[in-house]
């Protein structure tokens, strides 16, 4: 697969063209951002794990009836992927709180929600992804109605594999986040699933295994990310 020209270049990955129209290449890098961009970092071979994490998270949830836009790992930083026309939703699905959530609604960090909580947040950097509900998403015609029903009922079904192959895995699924986008008509899920974009704590410890030991400067980061990939390749 040829990879064509750098069409898109984010805080954590790079999307160049491929020689096929519907098909791009995502490469993962190791630079990490936090508090919309105002604290910058490195995690070495973070790219490398975000990579092989996803990978074998999208493989799940493909062979478990969630469509997703992964086709292959093409090398140790690079998958190949479907492109897609991304609705500007961010979807986090929350079991526990921790996060925005606890200063939100002044709450505890670890308190167990039940059911778990769905959040629709702005895809939007310069207005710091503010959180809105199906009212907004229509009247700003981000997404029609039979769309949105289609990714909130994936969400769901993404939260109950994720959490159930995490748990095998001595990990609980806190929270994360999702994006998803239209291919050939069809939703899809897109973006990545790795300790960047979900909350994963030790079941016995509850040590934080994700992208706060980088927000909250907790140290051993590195560390984190390779017990995650060991763990869900494991
Ligand atoms: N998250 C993400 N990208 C964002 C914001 C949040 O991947 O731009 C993930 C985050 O890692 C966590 C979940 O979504 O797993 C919920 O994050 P929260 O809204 O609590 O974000 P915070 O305010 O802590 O950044």
Redesign the pocket.
């Given at each position: 697969m040829k990879k064509g020209k750098l069409i898109y270049e984010g805080k954590a990955k790079r999307v160049y063209e491929t020689d096929n129209p519907d098909l791009l290449i995502q490469e993962f890098k190791d630079d990490a951002t936090a508090f919309d961009a105002k604290k910058r970092g490195t995690i070495k071979n973070k790219g490398v794990c975000n990579n092989e994490i996803s990978a074998r998270l999208f493989g799940l949830l493909d062979c478990r009836g969630v469509p997703t836009h992964f086709v292959k790992l093409l090398s140790a930083r690079e998958m190949l992927v479907k492109r897609l026309e991304i609705v500007p939703v961010?979807v986090?699905i929350r079991n526990v709180v921790?996060?925005?959530?606890a200063r939100m609604f002044g709450l505890e960090e670890g308190t167990t929600l039940c059911p778990p909580v769905l959040e629709y947040h702005y895809k939007n950097d310069a207005l710091g992804?503010p959180l809105m509900n199906e009212y907004h998403i229509f009247a700003l015609k981000l997404a029609e109605e039979r769309e949105l029903k289609t990714i909130a009922k994936y969400s769901f079904e993404i939260n109950r594999i994720l959490s159930k192959f995490f748990d095998e895995r001595n990990l609980k699924l806190i929270?994360?986040?999702l994006e998803f986008g239209r291919h050939r008509g069809k939703i899809l899920l897109g973006d990545e699933i790795s300790p960047?974009?979900?909350?994963l704590w030790d079941k016995a410890t509850n040590k934080k295994l994700d992208?706060d030991r980088f927000r909250r400067d907790l140290g051993n980061i590195e560390e984190a990310y390779q017990e995650v990939l060991h763990r869900v390749l494991g």
């Open positions: 961010e986090t921790a996060g925005g959530m992804d929270d994360f986040k960047d974009t979900c909350r992208k």
